[in-house]
């Protein structure tokens, strides 16, 4: 299944049959059979279960976008094992996530995983979340819904076009520095690399060493 959910933006929804076991912040590959189409993208919904969940921006002319836009219910993939060291770390320090455009989605299957994983507090999370525009951001109200169910959890804003007083007019690593993170913070930048380049140059100026940050990089 599939819809689309911002501009620009689709989200896709694979039944695999057997549930699947990947730490949150994995990605996969996917290839629609019978073409030469192969993209990695991360899963957006907790481990688990038999489907899997992807937020796809749509490129004009892009392989994978054309067959998006072509396919039907029913239409057969295949689907890589998972793979990737961005995922969450089960650590007790705070954590800060840093996303970019599509870049929310490793974090969306991170939130959704520790919302229901434990009952036990979690460490402060603060979600730095970025977009074109409001018309390019996803899943905003399940957002907000997991801040008001998690409270050690924060969430700011940044577009880089449009006016409103709630929202950061420019990048999400403007704020990392106004965030006053704590010196034991773990890192975590997903999105395009010039952000995620921005991100790992913002938090080092911020006094958190490069070693503790996380980067996944989307094209």
Known sequence: AFDQVASE???????????????PGQYVRIHPLGTEVSRSYSMANAPGTDR????????????FSSWLANAKIGDAVEISAPHGTFFLRHENRPRLFVAGGTGLAPF???LRTTSVESTTPQ???TVVIGARTHGHLIAMD???????????VAIHVAVEQGDDPAT????????I?????DANTRVYLCGPPPMVEAGRSATESAGLPRKEVLCERFT
């Open 9 to 23: 933006i689709v989200r896709l929804e694979l039944t695999i049959g057997e549930k699947i076991v990947f730490e």
């Open 52 to 63: 899997l969940e992807f937020f796809v921006r749509i490129v004009p002319g892009g392989a």
């Open 108 to 110: 969306l299957s991170m």
């Open 123 to 125: 460490p402060r999370t």
């Open 142 to 152: 399940e957002l907000e819904q997991i801040r008001a169910s998690m409270p050690g």
């Open 168 to 175: 950061h007019r420019g990048y999400p690593t403007d704020l």
């Open 177 to 181: 520095a106004q965030l006053k993170l």
